[in-house]
C-alpha cells in the first residue's frame, strides 16, 4: 500500500483498533444540501512563489584567522574561526496580555464570540480502488475531546478531502480536520470482503446506492455528534466535489513532477562553509580558578 499523508497525526493507530468492534452495517444517506463548504482555497499543487534572496554573510580574508578543509560524501566542508562579530543585544521578550486589564478582557470576550470552540476531527481512512475505478473509503473517525471512535464505509474518494484543514459544517460552524489517509488496489469491491477481509476485521462489504456519496455505519451505537460530523463530511464532499477533485489532481500532477525530476536530477551534495569564533570563557573555567 502506497500512503499518503495530510497532516500526519495518530488517525491510522486509531483506524485499526477500532475495526475489531464493527457491527452490522446500515447504510445511511447524507443530509440534504446545506452551506457545507472547504474554508478558503485548496492547496491544488501550483508551488509557490521563491522566497526571497537571503542577506549573503561573505567573511573578509583580513578576518578569517584559521582554516581547516574536509572532504566528506563528495563534498568540501571548510570550517573556518573568524575575527569576533559583534552581534546586536537580544531583544527583550514582549510580556503576554493581561487578562485583568479591561481592554485585552474586552479583546478575548470579542474573540470568543466570533470564533467558537471549534471541533477537531481525527480521520484515518483507506482508499480501496479497483480494476474498473470504482473506489470504497474504510474510514474511522474520531471527534477530540469526547465522544467515540466510529467506523464507516463510504463511497466518497477520501483522498478528496485532503489538502485542507477548515471548513463548514451541515451546522454552520467551523470545523477542523486532521487525516491520514493511503490508496490500495484491488481486483474488484467484492475481493475487498473475500482477500482483506482478514486484514481489516471485514464479514461483509456493504452495497452503496450511486449518486451522491453515502456511507454505512460498521461500529456499535455511534453517537449523534460523531454521526453529525460524518454528514456534514458528505454534504461537504458532496458541495464541492468538482473542486475538490481537481485540487487532487493538481497535487498529484505535482507531486509526480517532483518525483520524476528528482530522478533525473538527484541533488547533489554541495560544498558548505561554517564560520565560527571564540567568545570570553566563563569565570569558573579561567586561569586561575578551579570548577568544582
Known amino acids: 500500500m502506497k500512503f499518503s499523508f495530510s497532516l500526519i497525526c495518530a488517525g491510522m493507530a486509531i483506524f ?5 468492534s464493527a457491527g452490522t452495517p446500515g447504510v445511511e444517506a447524507t443530509a ?6 472547504v474554508i478558503g482555497e485548496i492547496p491544488d499543487g501550483t508551488p509557490p512563489p521563491p522566497e526571497p534572496a537571503k542577506p549573503g554573510s561573505a567573511v ?4 578569517i584567522l584559521k582554516t581547516e578543509i574536509h572532504q566528506q560524501g563528495g563534498r568540501t566542508i571548510t570550517i573556518q574561526q573568524i575575527k569576533p562579530i559583534a552581534l546586536p543585544a537580544p531583544a ?5 496580555p493581561d487578562p485583568a486589564v479591561p481592554d485585552v478582557q474586552a479583546r478575548i470576550e470579542e474573540i470568543q464570540s466570533a470564533h467558537p470552540e471549534q471541533e477537531l476531527l481525527l480521520i484515518g481512512a483507506t482508499i480501496f480502488r479497483t480494476q474498473d475505478e470504482t473506489f470504497r473509503s474504510l474510514v474511522t473517525l474520531s471527534p477530540l475531546g469526547g465522544g467515540e471512535s466510529v467506523t464507516f464505509f463510504s463511497s466518497a474518494d477520501f483522498a478528496l478531502l485532503s ?17 491520514s489517509w493511503g490508496n490500495e488496489k484491488i481486483g474488484t469491491v467484492g475481493d475487498l470482503a473475500t482477500y482483506r477481509g482478514l ?15 453515502t456511507f454505512a455505519v460498521l461500529s456499535e451505537n455511534p453517537d449523534a455528534a460523531t454521526l453529525a460530523s460524518i454528514r456534514s463530511l458528505h454534504d461537504l464532499y458532496n458541495n464541492e466535489h468538482d ?3 481537481i485540487a487532487y489532481e493538481g497535487r498529484e500532477r505535482f507531486r509526480l513532477q517532483n518525483e520524476a525530476k528528482l530522478k533525473a536530477h538527484p541533488p547533489q551534495p554541495k560544498d558548505i562553509v561554517l564560520n565560527y569564533w571564540r567568545t570570553k570563557a566563563p569565570a569558573t573555567q579561567q586561569k586561575g580558578v578551579t570548577a568544582r
Open 16 to 20: 485499526h483498533s477500532s475495526l475489531a
Open 32 to 37: 440534504s444540501p446545506s452551506s457545507a463548504r
Open 60 to 63: 573578509l580574508a583580513r578576518d
Open 92 to 96: 527583550k521578550p514582549v510580556p503576554p
Open 163 to 179: 489538502g485542507f484543514t477548515s471548513f463548514i459544517g451541515t451546522d454552520g460552524e467551523t470545523h477542523s480536520l486532521i487525516m
Open 199 to 213: 486484514d481489516y476485521g471485514l464479514t461483509t462489504v456493504p452495497e452503496l446506492p450511486t449518486g451522491k456519496a
Open 243 to 245: 473542486r475538490l477533485q
